[in-house]
């Protein structure tokens, strides 16, 4: 294991969020943090990812909240009358002086200053001369790491963070808060020449940007790099398309031809649609001061500063030595959080292997890319190729069920149509099951002859919601015999016994389950009792967030690539060759005269030793989670056991002859399932609910919730709920405010009532406040 390595693990045990940087250099390294420091984490899983792959990577925290970390950087500038150091000693004599606390030295002759902080200091460079203030959403390196000049980053003496814990941020290094700029006065910004390091700026800021990829939102990636340029470095439309072209398009796949008149249109017109639209959420030019993209001079380290620095230095040696104290305690390590989600789901839409090409397929043939249903529906598909053929040391199987959930008309569809045109081109369409079930006895018949079978169902919240209620009474068992095919896949399933009809005992079964809703159909067919009884927890729902994705028009529906069919074909005909270990078995060849398939041969998938690790601390983890929201300690159960499941499925996409679980191959199966449970927390448990009085009641506050800020008039809820009448309607209003979930008033010159949930109410009287002032 690398210096570099331990050291980033040692201080994320510490609860500082690091990140790997260039080798020698101090630009994030774009092939790991796509994002910069906002991919920084505690995660010692993701570390060793990280630094497995670039051992001389070197090691930057991420300053702020999270790591709880601000810094004062004192730093010589190179040509200036006066530098930080001096700064420092005027400081002293007007009796200013920072307090004792963590200490580096950098190989520029500056130093950092470590500080925790209850008021949290904002950003700013040049604070005073040669002194900047490192905050939040901002870096500094850590040592080991190498400056560009070759110079170390070493802690100094007796001033390590093990050694203290952060004193408080002084007050007099806070920088003053801007002032407030009403609507009435307003700041004329002027265009500045730009300068070749802006475009140096520009070019270290595109290569931690998202590369665009066909069918995976890739124009929107184009617009948001053209954006950044024209608003976040303020660049000139031609400036901006000089970097765009040399920078950003030969990093996207593919990339646009600017030879092509068409192309060429398409490219440019993203710079005009940036400059016409800049985000709401950021001032221009907001990357100008950016220290992230601060393009590195080349600076020898200064006759006489190292002694220098450490005669600074010296008072503080002695209060240090005194201060000495234990290390600090290691807190847990945080899971993902919410704000990561999205830069998460794009790291889960592109898995490797022949998952990932199926994936990239499909994605490229979509009128409305939905990446994330795609991956569920595959690796359904995935599970069911490779159903009977491999296991693992605890016997787990690649059967799964997942539900793909999303609005109406938003593109769901699309994946089972290919995956259904995939298994016609490879002569394997008996894979897949009816695309509707009779009955439970159905699914066993059709499983004695094909024992893999995959089963893609749409509207499977109504489905459920007829089975469980006794809609229809022969499909009433479906999902009871759902629940026994999962747990008998590396087993012998036995039917129930009918007198007009011999029972079917299958070996082995490997049922897969690709079911489509909309978010309503879906949560209507559960109740409170399915996150108990174990069915939920044997699905993985894979939920959809925001609008529908925009309509790729110029994605035709392409011929299934022979490179993907001719691999599907190999699994499905490949035979296991029998070992010592793996001999046939002897059981069921023959039951009451019927014959049945014989139990299959499988390959033995190894885990690494480090991956088997990470799939016991998950395991705790999730008991943990259990713990903390019992409502969802059915699901988290069974974490573990389908992250196994998944990571079988990816390791044999990426190695059919010698599949084998590796380190990332769990870390990515882990994360997968991770995510899907806490998206069932946030975005399917509220919704959940034990009675219709409950029901009504949560489509009238989600009515009343799409009035936003602004809320809606008695008429405009009325009509939002028609289906209810008005004395049904007057009672759920009566329920939802004596809860508190809603918010009532009088309309202003009327005798009608506004309604508003009571979060948006908050956010309307705030608003009200601030205009008043």
Known sequence: MSELRKAALFYAEMGWQVFPCVPGGK??????????????????????????????????????????????????????????????????????????????????????????ADKPPRNKNSFMPGIDIRAEGYYVMLPPSIHPNGGKYKW?????????????YPDFMRPPEPQAVTPSQPVAVPMPQVSG???????????????????????????????????????????????LSNYYNPLCSPPWDLGSPGDLKDFSRKITEARRNPPRDKAIGWLLDDPTYDPMPAVEILPGVE???????????????????????????????????????????????????????I????????????????????????????????????????????????GKNHAPKQIRRLCEASGCIDLLGGDDVASDSAVEKTLSEHPATLYLWDEIGHMISAMKHGANSHKAGVVTLLMKLYSSAGSVYKSKEYSTQDDRTISQPCCCLYGMSTPDRFTEGIDPAEMRD??????????????????????????VPDDLSQAVIEWQNRVIPAGP??????????????????????????????????FISFNDEAESEGEKEPAMDCLWAKAEENARKIALIVAASENSNEPRITLSVADYS???????????????????????????????????????????????????????????RDQLYEDLLEAGEIVRTITPGTRGFHFWTAEHYHEFLAQQREEQQ
Not at 156 to 168: G, I, S, V
Not at 327 to 338: F, R, S, T
């Open 534 to 559: 174990g069915w939920l927890g044997r699905c993985l729902v894979f939920l959809t967030r925001g609008k529908r994705p925009k309509k790729e028009r110029n994605n035709a529906t392409a011929p």
């Open 363 to 410: 994605n490229s043939t979509a009128i409305r890319p939905q990446p994330f249903l795609t991956l569920a529906c595959t690796l359904t598909f995935c599970g069911t190729l490779f159903g009977r053929k491999i296991r693992d040391y605890l016997d787990a199987r690649t059967n799964i069920y997942c539900m793909g959930i999303a609005d109406s008309s938003s």
């Open 27 to 116: 630009q994030p390294l774009a092939a790991c943090v796509p994002h910069g420091v906002k991919d920084a984490t505690t995660d010692a899983a993701q570390i060793n990812l990280w630094w497995s792959r670039f051992p001389d990577a070197n090691l930057a925290l991420a300053c702020g909240g999270e790591s709880g970390a601000y810094v004062v950087d004192v730093d010589i500038n190179v040509g200036a009358s006066i530098d930080g150091w001096q700064t420092i000693n005027d400081l002293t004599a007007k009796g200013k002086l920072l307090p004792v606390t963590a200490c580096q030295n950098t190989p520029r002759g500056g130093a950092h200053f470590f500080y925790k």
């Open 670 to 728: 882990i994360r997968l399932i991770r995510y899907l449970l806490h998206d069932f927390t946030d975005m399917v448990l509220p919704n959940i609910t034990s009675s219709q009085t409950e029901k009504d009641k949560l489509i009238v506050s989600k009515a009343i919730e799409t009035g936003g800020i602004d809320g809606l008039t008695g008429k405009e809820t009325a009509q939002k709920t028609r289906t209810f009448n008005k004395k049904h």
């Open 197 to 243: 390091s802006s475009r140096e700026r520009a070019k270290l800021y595109l290569e931690t940007c998202e590369p665009a990829t066909q069918g995976l939102g890739g124009h929107d990636k184009l617009l948001w790099a053209a954006s950044a340029m024209v608003n976040g470095l303020r660049l000139s439309d031609d400036e901006a398309f000089e970097v």
């Open 581 to 614: 270990e793996n001999e046939l078995s002897t059981y069921g060849t023959c039951v009451n005269g019927m014959a049945v398939l014989a139990a299959p041969k499988q390959v033995d998938v190894s885990a690494d030793p480090e991956a088997e690790q990470l």
């Open 156 to 168: 100094a003496e007796n001033l390590t963070p093990w050694q203290h814990k952060l004193a408080e």
């Open 307 to 361: 002694q220098g620095v450490q005669q600074i230095l010296s008072r503080y040696h002695e209060q240090a030595a005194k201060a000495v104290q234990q290390p600090v305690a290691q807190p847990d390590i945080p899971k993902v959080e919410i704000g990561k989600r999205a830069t998460e789901l794009n790291f889960l839409c592109q898995p490797t292997g022949l998952l990932g090409e199926i994936c990239a397929w």
